[in-house]
């Protein structure tokens, strides 16, 4: 056996490696996903409802509050600007966030 085809067998050992964890990584996405939509399933049915509107909207504030910040420190590094002017527009997102709950 002449050394090229050790390596070309290494070759396919890896694709197929990389295939099979492929495939095991997707299945585990899915039944992730399917768990996660159950979960979602429950907290909208009557009996969780406030609780469900609650983590919702605790969700989006946290979700609103980390776009804010990468976008203050974009503007940051494209200005050179103060974190001074830019607390007023994160409070005021901020405001605009909670209002529409």
Known sequence: MSKLSIDEEMKL?????SEKMRKLKQKQADEEKRI????????????????????YKQSFQELQAQRLERSRKAKESR??????????IVEEALDEAESQY
């Open 13 to 17: 050992a890896k694709k197929a490696h």
């Open 79 to 88: 200005d050179g600007g103060s974190i001074a002017s830019v607390i007023p």
């Open 36 to 55: 996660t939509d159950r979960v979602l399933e429950i907290l909208q049915g009557d009996e969780y409802e406030a609780l469900y509107k609650q983590l």
